[in-house]
């Protein structure tokens, strides 16, 4: 008797490959993606041989740009790892693909974007797409670029700046680091008015290098200053901690009077420097409103100039019962307000039209309580549409000529211009000018020096912040072109003050009303002289050409390329 005796299964065990071993082959039946992008390889010059030989483009990147779809809905392409087929062609059938269709096309890129191939050939197709048309528009910039619709001159802005910003590829000659005689030299060309840049020549001993003259671009004058107060601009809450619940130093009386005393004489200086033609303009900021004074030849006017904005009803009410004429140029409606009628004979001339219509409906036999609902409802409308003007640009108010004096009265005496509530309790408004006048403190803008990188590109750039003037802004611009070829910049303005710039710019129409509205021009022939009366009054004489022309502008960027300047 035999016994059948039955091994005990035996485990499988892991087999180590020696290090002489071949490694595993794959088999033949499958695709490696090194052969199939070799395939597409050849494909593709065997398409543009074909094209050259038929006389087309033989651009292989608009040939492939051609047989490809700029999306996988357009056509079926095939699994390249299967066995039929290595080289993928586009399905004949037409029409909305099946969703197993785009299913595989989905798995088919999320596979090549697992091998590193950057995607499928749908986005391949997209890069070339995006390359062409990358080069159609820089062709076309570079169209633009060779008749750029720039000037050689750089126009005058009247809109306060807070912050400006310059970009350039290579280095600015300027430095925030100031070395002690170029900062001294800076200081006494400004406070003398001496320019570097001119003809003559800077005064003897005085530094020529463009620090000195970037530090003397960057100073102005200012009253008050308070430092531990932001009076620029002056709707910035300031930073006064209020937790120990101290009254303010301004609140008290005799520290109110002490501040307006000054600010009144400092107000006066600059009236009677303007006025002698010794200060080209200077700029009042208060809280509610703003107020630049031009002074005579200033923007192509005959006489002293003062703009203010914004303005509300009540505001113009009270100007108009202290006998200040004054127009509006930037309101739509213009025939309200004119030099020869002001707002109280405007406003008689309303109430005779309006007793007038309410005898001849009384005379119709209408009742009169009808009649005062009338009344009522009609006023009712003319405020609201002035309301709608109040704190903007159309609230505007121009006043020239001896009226300016006059405005000059009502602000002194006005109590509503100083804030009695808040942190700037009892200050009076902030006095900005180019030039000293008494009571003025030299001030001087903050500089900032870095350099930024924009699409893998390096740009050196400074960045100035405080209460940038418009001589300030060209100062900058045509010094900076003396030493480079292409450079921008940015600015960011106190919005209220570009109505300045607005009611400045010389108007086209030929209508009557619209040339009494506007400032008085001297005209092309009393240009010389405006420039020529205006030699003392701290500017250079490419500035104050400038300033005296009519080249007025609205602008948030500048652009310099190829010698013009170009403003956007």
Known sequence: MSLNVISPRKSPRLVRSSPNRPPPQTPPQWKKPEDIMRLHRMRRKRNALAARMNGLDASP??????????????????????????????????????????????NDDVLFQLLGLNGSETSFSQDLSFLTASTAVRDSSEDVDESPKGGKELPVDWTLRTKMKFYSRKPFPWSQTLKLC?????????????????????????????????HQYSLYWQHPNLPWLELFPRNKVSKVDFATKQPLLTAYPHVRDNLHRDWSESFRSLLQLLRARLCPYFYVMANSFNCVFHASGVNGCTQTTALVNPTTRGFRKLLSSDGVNFTMPLRKNKIRVSEELGDDDVD???????????????????????????????????????????????????????????????????????????????????????????????????????????????????????????????????????????????????ESTKAFTSASIPTQSTDDTSNLLSPSKIGKGGRAFSVQGLNDCGLNSKILDAFCSENVRLFDSVKFSKGLFICS
């Open 348 to 494: 008689d001339e309303e109430s005779e039209a309006q007793a007038e219509a309410s005898d001849w409906l009384a005379s119709m036999g209408v009742d009169a309580e009808e009649i005062k609902k009338m009344n009522n409802s009609e006023e009712m409308f003319v405020f609201k549409t002035e309301g709608k003007e109040e704190g903007k640009d159309e609230s505007l108010i121009v006043v020239e000529g001896t009226e300016v004096h006059a405005l000059f009265n009502f602000l002194i005496n006005c109590k509503s211009i100083v804030a009695t509530s808040g942190p700037l309790t009892g200050v009076p408004p902030t006095l900005l000018a180019p030039v000293a006048f008494t009571g003025g403190s030299l001030m001087s803008l903050k500089v900032r020096q870095s350099t930024v990188c924009v699409e893998n590109e390096s740009f050196h750039s400074i960045e100035l912040r405080g209460p940038i003037l418009p001589h300030v802004v060209l100062n900058l611009c045509n010094s900076l072109q003396l030493s480079s070829d292409d450079f921008s910049a940015t600015l960011a303005n106190v």
């Open 61 to 106: 990147k608009s040939e492939f740009k051609e047989q490809l779809p700029t999306s996988p809905s357009s056509y079926k392409r095939k699994n390249p790892f299967r066995k039929a087929d290595a080289v993928c062609h586009p399905s004949p059938k037409k029409g909305r693909p099946s969703e197993r269709e785009l299913k595989e096309a989905q």
């Open 182 to 214: 170029e900062e001294a030299s800076g200081i006494t060309g400004f406070v003398r008015c001496v320019d570097n840049e001119c003809d003559n020549g800077p005064a003897p001993g005085l530094d020529t290098s463009p620090n000195a003259t970037f």
